[in-house]
Structures are given as structure tokens and as C-alpha cells.
């Protein structure tokens, strides 16, 4: 069974900083593709962020470019999201995912590719 709890969700106020952590237990860290998706209120989950399992490929979603970084430490079996310049629209809950990967696939960019979810994280940026 793998657990996946995110942390460091809060209130800021626009133009500011969160870090984002999701703690992972189960199996090796090291084999899983980890990802980063927000859900806003009525809105569908949507993709953020994503790093295959050795942190090589590191794709973003356009409207987080150049302001959000993912990053993952494999030997502490944590992935985090770093936001900073956040704006009003980041707002939502952030949800991290993991898909077992042993086979070395990309990191998916889809909400399907991924297996198991963590509960969530509540980001609120004030304007």
C-alpha cells in the first residue's frame, strides 16, 4: 500500500512563496514518476507539474513556467513544489500523485497516469 501526504499548503498573499512536500511510504520511492495537479472550486483538476523518477525531466504546465520548480529527494522519499510570484488564480487544492515506474516511462501529464493520490493541500493566494 502506498501513502502519499502532502504539506505546506497556507494562505499568501500574491507575489509570494509556498513550498509544497509529499511524503511517500510504500514502495522505493526511487521507482515512481511523482506529479502535481490543483483543483480550483467548480473547476476540473488540472496538471502542473511532473519528474520522472530521477528528477531528469521536469515538465511544467504553461501558467506555472518560470515562477513553480518540482524537485524530488529520493533518499528522504519526498517530492516537493516550490511557488513563488503566486497569483490569485494559483488558488486550489494541490494534489500529488504517484505511478509506479519501474520501466523508466516519462512522467505522465494526464490526471489517469497516476495511481494513487494524496488528500490535498489548500493553497490560498490573496490579492
Known amino acids: 500500500q502506498v501513502q502519499l501526504v502532502e504539506s505546506g499548503g497556507g494562505l499568501v498573499q500574491a507575489g509570494g512563496s509556498l513550498r509544497l512536500s509529499c511524503a511517500v511510504s510504500?514502495?522505493?520511492?526511487?521507482?515512481?514518476?511523482m506529479g502535481w495537479f490543483r483543483q480550483a472550486p467548480g473547476k476540473e483538476r488540472e496538471f502542473v507539474a511532473a519528474?520522472?523518477?530521477?528528477?531528469?525531466?521536469?515538465p511544467l504546465a504553461d501558467s506555472v513556467k518560470g515562477r513553480f520548480t518540482i524537485s524530488r529527494d529520493n533518499a528522504k522519499g519526498t517530492m516537493y513544489l516550490q511557488m513563488n510570484s503566486l497569483k490569485p488564480e494559483d488558488t486550489a487544492v494541490y494534489y500529488c500523485?504517484?505511478?509506479?515506474?519501474?520501466?523508466?516511462?516519462?512522467?505522465?501529464?494526464?490526471?489517469?497516469?497516476?495511481?494513487?493520490w494524496g488528500q490535498g493541500t489548500q493553497v490560498t493566494v490573496s490579492s
Open positions: 500523485a504517484a505511478d509506479y515506474n519501474p520501466y523508466g516511462r516519462g512522467p505522465g501529464l494526464v490526471a489517469y497516469d497516476y495511481d494513487w
Open positions: 510504500g514502495r522505493s520511492f526511487s521507482t515512481y514518476t
Open positions: 519528474i520522472s523518477d530521477s528528477g531528469g525531466s521536469t
